[in-house]
């Protein structure tokens, strides 16, 4: 099956930096999606990206899909950021719109 | 819009009875929902496909018998864990698929069900 490799596994940022999570899967995708996982478990989309770059708000993200790999962009990071950040894809060699998740990003921020 | 709900939030159950853990589509219709499970510190492990109307698609090494999947209708989805037993202690996660074109689709998570077997 697919491989879906996400980096760093774990990041510590003061309040105000900027960071860059990586996602490396080893086949082709028909659905990319980055999810934030909250401190209660809580999993929230945040995009849908299968190729190309989307903004929203301090967050943006780019996938080359020619290259597989995803970037996800978090820019002036705040407290309410921490959590766990997972890509997740559905390869194109399989049918049924089943998403494999990589191992996640866990991001804190401090005060 | 997209949201999807959960319930219970938690549950604790002695060991060799079952729990029945519903998941809701609240403002639009799915067809396709799924099933995870989340140990501590991991990532979520897909345990099966739920379809409307059909039988659940199960992942490999996934007791379809232990599981039960119902999909009664277009906004519903249960996952029944039938005889729990400690080590069936997990966090257990649904989504509900949205497509948004005819080649497109996002899923979305419901808040999930933290199941303690005693």
């Known amino acids: 099956g697919i491989q879906v490799e996400q980096s760093p596994p774990d990041l510590i940022l003061q309040e105000g930096a900027n960071s860059t999570l990586r996602c490396n899967f080893s086949?082709?995708?028909?659905?990319l999606q980055w999810f934030h996982q909250n401190p209660w478990g809580q999993l929230i989309n945040l995009f849908y990206?299968?190729?190309g770059t989307k903004q929203n708000g301090r967050l943006s993200a780019t996938t080359v899909a020619t290259e597989r790999y995803s970037l996800l962009y978090i820019s002036s990071s705040q407290t309410t950021d921490s959590g766990v950040y997972f890509c997740?894809?559905?390869?194109?060699?399989?049918?049924?719109?089943?998403?494999?998740f990589g191992e996640g990003t866990q991001l804190t921020v401090n005060p | 819009g997209a949201v999807v709900s959960q319930h219970p939030s938690r549950v604790i159950c002695k060991s060799g009875t079952s729990v029945k853990i519903e998941c809701r589509s609240l403002?639009?219709?799915?067809?396709?929902m799924f099933w995870y499970r989340q140990f501590p510190k991991q990532s979520l492990m897909l345990m099966a496909t739920?379809?409307?109307?059909?039988?659940?698609?199960?992942e490999q090494g996934v007791e379809k018998d232990k599981f039960l999947i119902n999909h009664a209708s277009l906004t519903l989805s249960t996952l029944t864990v039938t005889s729990a037993h400690p080590e069936d202690s997990s966090f257990y996660i649904c989504?509900?698929?949205?497509?948004?074109?005819?080649?497109?689709?996002?899923?979305?998570f419901g808040p999930g069900t933290r199941l303690t077997v005693t």
């Open positions: 403002d639009f219709q799915a067809t396709t």
């Open positions: 739920s379809n409307e109307g059909s039988k659940a698609t199960y």
């Open positions: 990206i299968p190729s």
């Open positions: 086949d082709s995708v028909n659905n």
């Open positions: 997740a894809v559905d390869p194109k060699e399989t049918s049924g719109s089943r998403l494999t």
């Open positions: 989504s509900a698929l949205r497509w948004t074109s005819s080649e497109s689709y996002e899923q979305y």
